[in-house]
């Protein structure tokens, strides 16, 4: 898996014009060697000669945390007193186009330029992003079990199965933490639960508000779940729950809400550009007079990132292809009022879109 995937990134750099890919921070080391460095100020840097052998280059203290694979790429661990930039340097070479990954910290990026001059530097998603977007069948396997995963903590908040009334955003926020913990993920990495007026704000953090009876709860929950080889892949779903009755107006906003995203999922077709999957979502909240309401695109690709290519938005002309993996979330959000979220990670496949997650889709009233 590892030299395959080498391999495929030589070729596009070759056909990019690139020397050398930098990798430190970030999703690509693990995607491609399976290690993920620590946010450090001391650096770790896959460098990954088009034409030769990579050579991860890690501090001494953090080697016992790397499974080497000799077959697949060196070694090299430096002391404290040791510089990494010349290490890095050295092994760059002759090199004269770097690609370096777009988390790197810019302390490192910085002296790297300095120390390199001569070499000009971009930014090696665009050699790699590319790569990551399509999703071979091992990817996908981890992924639909993510998406069961989180299925389960949602179809329990739609039961009833975790109390609303009466606690805090906050503490509810925590429950599904551990609940994302507990189906087999390795990380929370975001649990937005929003209840009243703070649904109409897409990214609330939660806090102190009491949940009360009578309004909307919006839940967006996700996590990153391990994979063989190293590299883990998110889940990411929202649901959204009444504490009681809903208003006929909350339902009315709810069926247009419906529609579009069940209109946006099916549009999801191999070709199919991505700025007309977000169009297919727009177009049924714009009809209702709603379209001032949902100001964010409808959807990201997902993998080892919460968020990575491809993006459903206007202006991505590029067109699906088979194992790209993306969210469909469009909303509706009334400041002041309530909002609602409706998300599902959706395969492209052969045969047409495939929706990985499958928790009930309709507005549910909750007594707890």
């Known amino acids: 898996m590892h030299q395959d995937r080498l391999d495929r990134v030589r070729a596009a750099m070759g056909s990019a014009g ?112 590319p790569l990551r977007a399509v999703k071979d069948p091992a990817e996908l396997s981890v992924l639909r079990a993510a998406g069961a995963a989180v299925d389960r903590i949602a179809a329990e908040l739609q039961s009833g199965g975790i109390p609303l ?52 709860v919006l839940c967006d929950f996700g996590g990153t779940m391990h994979a063989e080889g190293g590299a883990g892949y998110c889940s990411d779903i929202t649901r959204c729950v009444v504490t009681g009755e809903p208003t006929p107006e909350m339902r009315g906003v709810y069926d247009v809400l419906f529609d579009a995203q069940r209109a946006a999922v099916a549009a999801g077709s191999v070709g199919t550009t991505c700025e007309a999957v977000d169009a297919a979502a727009r177009r049924p909240i714009t009809e209702a007079g709603y379209g001032e309401f949902f100001m964010h695109r409808t959807g990201h690709g997902i993998g080892v990132e919460e968020h990575e290519d491809p993006y459903i938005v206007l202006g991505n002309t590029h067109r699906l292809e088979v194992g790209n993996v993306y969210s469909v979330e469009p909303g509706i959000y009334l400041p002041g009022r309530f909002g609602f979220r409706l998300e599902d990670i959706v395969a492209t496949t052969a045969s047409g879109p495939e929706s990985l997650n499958h928790a009930d889709h309709t507005l549910v009233a909750v007594d707890a």
């Open 18 to 129: 690139i020397d050398v890919c930098l990798l430190s921070v970030g999703p690509d080391l693990p995607w491609l060697i399976g290690y993920e460095a620590m946010p450090l100020e001391r650096l770790t840097m896959l460098v990954v000669p088009v034409d030769r052998e990579p050579t991860l280059v890690v501090p001494q203290l953090e080697v016992p945390r790397v499974v080497h694979h000799p077959e697949v790429f060196a070694l090299r661990g430096w002391g404290e007193t040791a510089d990494p930039i010349d290490i890095v340097a050295d092994l760059v070479g002759s090199a004269r186009r770097a690609a370096i990954g777009n988390r790197t910290w810019a302390q490192f990026l910085v002296a790297l330029q300095r120390r390199l001059p001569d070499v000009g530097f971009s930014e090696a998603s665009a050699v790699i992003g």
């Open 165 to 216: 009334i009466g606690r805090t955003e906050a503490e509810v926020s925590a429950e599904l933490g551990r609940r994302i913990l507990a189906e087999g993920h390795h990380r929370v990495n975001f649990a937005i639960v929003a209840a009243g007026e703070n649904a109409a704000s897409p990214h609330h953090e939660p806090g102190g508000r009491v949940i009360r009876a009578g309004e909307v």
